[in-house]
């Protein structure tokens, strides 16, 4: 049974960081491409950053230079370091893996940022 709990939302003030984590079992993991996905209220859910089983990236336009995503096989979590956060990434984020044709989804963590 694949699982993805993330943690580490919380309300931020604008140019404050976070950090968000997803910690993923029943996979193997150093295999899987892992993603941070967003959805706001009255919008569709989008892809903020994915990073690759060879450690590569891709970011959306609207957070390069300012989040970035890692990951550590030893311990089987992806984490997302967001900084210089703008009240346009108040969402809730999650985590996301695909396997055996489908696609996994963490119960997600919501990020508000406001002053």
């Known amino acids: 049974q694949v699982q993805l709990v993330e943690s580490g939302g919380g309300l931020v003030q604008p140019g404050g960081s976070l950090r968000l984590s997803c910690k993923a079992s029943g996979i193997t993991f150093s295999l899987n491409a892992m993603g941070w996905y967003r959805q706001a209220p009255g919008k569709e859910r989008e892809l903020v950053a994915i990073i690759y089983s060879g450690f590569s990236t891709n970011y959306a336009d609207s957070v390069k230079g300012r989040f970035t995503i890692s990951r550590d096989n030893a311990v089987n979590t992806v984490y997302l370091q967001m900084n210089s956060l703008k009240a346009e990434d108040t969402a809730v984020y999650y985590c996301?893996?695909?396997?055996?044709?489908?696609?996994?989804w963490g119960q997600g963590t919501q990020v508000t940022v406001s002053s």
């Open positions: 996301n893996t695909r396997g055996w044709g489908r696609e996994f």
